[in-house]
């Protein structure tokens, strides 16, 4: 999804937000997934928990498979698309919790070895914006 809301407008990530009270992770997944990307999915495993210390939130990614590939962008998207790896905007991700947690799949599955993945994210310095990943 290319974001159409602030912070970083106009940048990639992946379907994601807050979860709603009364609801569980994966029915806030699927519904911020429907909601950013007009997409049904059938939710699979946690795949990813990373802390995000400077920011005081910690972001749980699932696995999951689309439905159908009848998707689109919702309000807070400016466009949605599928990516082969090879194709991914690397520099153009919003988020270092996207661009880890892309990676992280990429390798794991290049080895047929998907497996909860967990770890740190930390900020170094804001100006330049740099963070240090520490995955356990």
Not at 49 to 66: G, T
């Amino acid at each position: 999804c290319r974001r159409a809301i602030e912070p970083r407008y106009g940048l990639w990530t992946l379907p994601a937000g807050f979860m709603e009270n009364g609801e569980t992770a994966q029915q806030g997944a699927a519904r911020e997934t429907w909601e950013e990307a007009q997409a049904r999915v059938e939710m699979g495993e946690l795949y990813t928990l990373f802390n995000l210390p400077h920011i005081d939130q910690v972001y749980l990614l699932f696995l999951s498979r689309l439905q159908s590939l009848d998707f689109g962008p919702g309000s807070e998207s400016l466009e949605v698309a599928l990516f082969d790896e090879s194709e991914i905007p690397w520099d153009e991700l919003a988020f270092p919790v996207v661009k880890e947690t892309l990676k992280l799949f990429f390798a794991d599955r290049s080895t047929d070895s998907l497996r909860l993945r967990s770890g740190s994210i930390l900020r170094v310095s804001e100006h330049p914006r740099r963070y240090r990943t520490e995955v356990f």
